[in-house]
């Protein structure tokens, strides 16, 4: 197995078909800079693509018949057009595949019988969108393969709807836009609403800084639940507010809305996405003044926010955050949907080192499995390779 992954997609194409692919689409994983659980709030979020992507190597096969081997279980999935009635027919990582294509169906879209072998570096469970990488990829293969109309800006929309429609998980339209608009060396400033988007430039190298994303390999507790209970917390708290979304909130309103809540869990609720929300636009704003250092204590808060008054922190990324930052990281917080998953910490790049091993040295003294870490600059979203 070679280290290269649009390599060995390209291999475990040949040796599960006997020939070679039609082309090859890669799609990252993502980190999120700023702006957690805002997305399905109307809100803003500042998404970066990852230097790790999922590569699908593709080719089309006659009749309504869809054929996907991956490197992740070494296994072949078929499925056909009668699997994709409904939901719940094709599981595990294949459904994020069979989404894509029932998403694609359910719009009109004729798509084209297919070949398909995924390859990734993204890892999975770790809070970097490794699901919506893989349906960036094979719905880019498919939408190339079947000369479909569905230009970039309008496949976050379908690739969601696999994922919420299809595989059942209600997440908001963030991942999904970052894999496929991000751009290099720039954070996707994008307004969940009206999906309008402004790239960003975020531009580590020439400030002598790095983004250090640090896998806190806590396992999963809840995730699902949590977040799904989450949402219904927002959306009820924005119904009770008389707005469509807790976007509509303004900041200097917030203390008036607060004071209409009673009840104090979903007063904490609020007050995070309406925070959040602020701390994104002010994030944009030192990034576009070219104030790179400056968004450190944005991003500190943020955490802190995550932590107590969303909830949705847990020890292992407490402590990787606290740690990064006594070893003098600028800033630092938990990235993704939470309850796991990654940090990020924004440090100087001398730096990086060693506070990678300051948070390794602080998981030693808690007892916690030993985390993961790489350092990362924003890359590009998907991409037909060849
Ligand atoms: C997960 C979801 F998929 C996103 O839509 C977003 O809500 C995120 O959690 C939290 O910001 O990644």
Redesign the pocket.
Known sequence: MTDDVAARATAGFRSAYAGPPAGRWAAPGRA?LIG??T??NDGFVLPFALPLRTVAAAAPQPGERWTVWSELSGETIAFDADELAGPGRVTGWGAYVAGVVWALREAGHAVPGARLAIASDVPLGSGL?SSAALEAAVLAALVDLGGLDLPADRQPRLAQRAENGYVGAP??I??QSAVIRCRAGHALFLDCRDESVEHIPFDLDTSGLAVLVVDSRAPHRHADGEYAARRRSCEAAAGLLGVAALRDVPTDGLADALARIDDAETRRRVRHVVTEDQRVLDTVALLRAGKVREIGPLLTASHASMRDDFEITVPEVDTAVEAALSAGALGARMT??GFGGCVLALVDAERADAVAAAVTAAYGERGFAAPGHVTVLPGPGATRLD
């Open positions: 999120n957690e659980h997305d399905y969108s997440t908001g963030m991942d993704g949907g």
